[in-house]
């Protein structure tokens, strides 16, 4: 979603502003826009799509020491020039970049800006509008930016110039993620650390309801109330490099093929030296303490929290309930008398998620957080965080984070029946080694996926079947192939076709079906015969010592619990050449956002 970078120093900030600009591109955007301020006054370049076409815009000439950009993903206003960030206030003073969605902006309108004619259809324009009132009320502008502040309900990042101050830029956080970095003879700000690594590694964390006076010199940060606030610096644990697309085409390609590593860090990561698990002592104890867990999470995370029900259940048993996050958060079921909620979160940011971080810890209950970027605001907020250690994932198509999200579960499961003395024969780490080698097998055999993408995918919808833990998977799969290839897919449990979605079925729609649970092997390819015998194009894709003649692939054997992260290959794999193959734009699929950081 939306994105924000700043610079205040001594070099040139055009270059800069893109270049961050450019990291951002991941998180998913529609428009963008740079603001760059000299002794001449604002220089603003927005355009509409890609950052390419904001390069060909941006005036070279132009040049200041100070600086703020936007990627936006509409949500008030169609994606245009006018509405893409930065807005100015009426008398071209102030210019303002935001992140997030100003609830009340309609209410401040009526209250305070009744006269005062827009330009755009956004939010964000209220913002400016209104600090600009205050500040012709009288107010100085960073007293007008805090009052204006107080007066917004809502979530926001801001980024704020002053036409009359080129030595600051103001910032602020509530509920969207903000990072100021800190280096020599400069500062920078940014929603996403890997926006900025080319400047600096050092960044300030903000809280919410804080705002940050940034100069080139230091970054003073203050409450609502104008109290300065004393934080240290952290350190980004991310190399540069990680986030290089290297020699692959695609970010997508390159995660996919990241994933015999990811899983093999995870082990390590999670591996004493005597071969235990090792898990912080507070987690293992809360995953005690609970008589049930809560899984939250959206979208892929949500289908890896579907996997980890079965972990917890068939290894620890612990009753698990899995939910989605949008739907919990309105709807919250009856919980148990000692509930953990366990948030599963790739990004760390998705704001559905963190709604629901938010009322569970009102209610006084804990929560772990599984995550990829420890630091992040769902990690931050709960109680315990287990980190993914899967390294950034830029495309927006999930791939390495899920498979990381189903190993970490594991560990955790088993970590914990050790811990309730149930006896295992279930050792996830030399299973998880097993697991690796298979990925790399898969990995190194694309040519077979493209293949299959291209017998299988010239409709414009498919189905994905498969029971039990397979089901799951089929959903993950569904939901690869439509979010980059734009073909309807569903996944469906492979027993409940026939009281529906069957009717769909007609001369050769492809149903791809995945048969790596032995208990249900014959039951699926009973549901096979059933769409074949309707005319489906069936592809099934079998694990190794439960494969029939006529599979199509059949995939490494691995412990019947951990084939998710296996089996999601072959999907990934074949969703990626269906999206190539059609000319979609595979790393940043059309509405899409890689951290969906508005509910
Ligand atoms: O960062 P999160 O894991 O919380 O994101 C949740 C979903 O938005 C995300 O998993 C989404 O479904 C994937 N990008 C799909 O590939």
């Known amino acids: 979603m939306c994105g924000i970078v700043g610079y205040i120093g001594n070099n040139d900030s055009k270059e800069i502003l893109l270049k961050g600009l450019e990291r951002l591109e991941y998180r998913g955007y529609d428009s963008a826009g740079i603001a760059v301020l000299n002794e001449d006054g604002v220089h603003v370049f927005k355009e509409k799509g890609r950052i390419a076409a904001l390069r060909e815009i941006v005036d070279k000439d132009v040049e200041g020491h100070v600086g703020i950009g936007h990627t936006r993903w509409a949500t008030h206003g169609v994606p245009n020039r006018v509405n893409a960030h930065p807005h100015r206030s009426a008398s071209g003073r102030l210019t303002l970049v935001h992140n997030g969605v100003i609830e009340n902006y309609e209410q401040l309108k009526q209250e305070y800006l009744q006269g005062y004619s827009f330009t755009s259809e956004t939010d964000t324009e209220v913002i400016v509008q209104l600090i600009e009132k205050f500040v012709q009320d009288g107010m100085l502008v960073e007293e007008a930016f805090r009052t204006t502040l107080k007066a917004l309900k809502g979530s926001y990042a ?242 390495k984070a899920y498979t990381a999200q189903i190993a970490v579960l594991a560990i955790l499961a088993v970590d914990t029946a050790r811990a309730k003395g149930i006896a295992l024969d279930f050792d996830p780490i030399h299973e998880l080694s097993i697991v690796a080698n298979a990925i790399e097998a898969l990995c190194d055999n694309k040519e077979e996926m493209e293949k299959i993408a291209d017998e299988y995918l010239s409709h414009r919808n498919a189905f994905f079947i498969g029971r039990g833990i397979d089901f799951y998977v089929c959903l993950e799969g569904a939901l690869k192939l439509k979010e980059i290839s734009y073909i309807q897919a569903e996944g469906f449990a492979g027993g409940e076709l026939k009281h529906g979605t069957i009717a769909l079925i007609e001369t050769d729609t492809p149903v791809f079906a995945l048969a790596t649970q032995e208990a249900v092997n014959l039951n699926i390819r009973g549901n096979v015969k059933e769409v074949v015998a309707r005319g489906a194009n069936a592809c099934i894709i079998s694990m190794k010592g439960l494969e029939q003649d006529g599979d199509r692939f059949v995939i490494p054997a691995v412990h019947e619990l951990l084939t998710p992260i296996v089996s999601v290959i072959p999907f990934q794999l074949i969703a990626y050449y269906a999206a190539l193959h059609r000319g979609c734009d595979v790393d940043k699929p059309r509405n899409l956002a890689k951290s969906v950081t508005v509910e």
């Open 158 to 399: 801001l980024a704020l110039l002053d036409n009359e101050n080129e030595d600051v830029i103001l910032v602020a956080k509530n509920k969207s993620p903000l990072l100021v970095g800190l280096s020599e003879g400069c500062n920078v700000v940014a929603s996403d650390a890997m926006a900025m690594l080319q400047v600096t590694d050092q960044f300030l964390e903000l809280m919410d309801e804080e705002y940050v006076v940034v100069t080139k010199e230091e970054a003073v940060i203050k409450n609502l109330d104008g109290i300065v606030v004393e934080r240290k610096p952290f350190t980004a644990q991310i190399d540069a490099s990680d986030i290089e697309k290297g020699t692959y085409a695609h970010y997508m390609l390159k995660e996919i093929d990241e994933q015999p590593f990811v899983i093999r860090r995870i082990v390590q990561e999670y591996e004493n030296a005597d071969g235990q698990i090792k898990l912080d002592d507070s987690i293992r104890q809360a995953m005690l303490d609970t008589d049930r867990i809560y899984i939250i999470a959206c979208g892929t995370s949500y289908n890896a929290g579907l996997v980890g029900k079965q972990f917890l259940e068939k290894l620890a048993n612990i009753p698990v309930e899995v939910h989605i996050a949008s739907e919990f958060v309105y709807n919250m079921p009856l919980l148990s008398q000692k509930p953990l909620f366990l948030f599963i979160s790739q990004s760390g940011e998705t704001a559905d998620s963190r709604a629901v971080l938010v009322a569970v810890k009102k209610l006084g209950h804990r929560a772990l957080t599984l995550t990829n970027v420890p630091g992040s605001t769902l990690s931050r907020e709960a109680n315990y965080t287990l980190p993914l250690y899967a390294g950034p994932e830029i495309a927006v198509a999930s791939t």
